[in-house]
């Protein structure tokens, strides 16, 4: 199982960052996938899920309104849009999946 994240940088209060996460060495299209992130000194904590349909989703209600999971089982690939992005959003993200987690990708809110 891999899991590969990819689409973290900087972006300014108020911006959008899109996360991908690419899996292989299993049945994507079977498992639901979600993305966790952790902040400095804070636990990790789940940010949103998408069953392995994508038809159903759960938020963190830190995040709803704000934040996007979305899922394409042609590609392998599960998505987080992430749309008027605060401070406090400011964390590494990480996808999970098939019992496995990727490296992370570091997500900067910063003016």
């Known amino acids: 199982v891999q899991l590969v994240e990819s689409g973290g940088g900087l972006v300014q209060p108020g911006g959008s960052l899109r996360l991908s996460c690419a899996a292989s060495g299993f049945s994507f299209s079977n498992y639901g996938m979600s993305w966790y992130r952790q902040a400095p000194g804070k636990e990790r904590e789940l940010v949103a899920s998408v069953s392995s349909s994508g038809t159903g989703k759960a938020y963190a209600d830190s995040v709803k309104g704000r934040f996007t999971i979305s899922r394409d089982n042609t590609k392998n690939t599960v998505y987080l849009q992430m749309n008027s992005l605060k401070s406090e959003d400011m964390a590494m993200y990480y996808c999970?999946?098939?019992?496995?987690w990727g490296q992370g990708t570091q997500v900067t809110v910063s003016s």
């Open positions: 999970q999946g098939a019992g496995s």
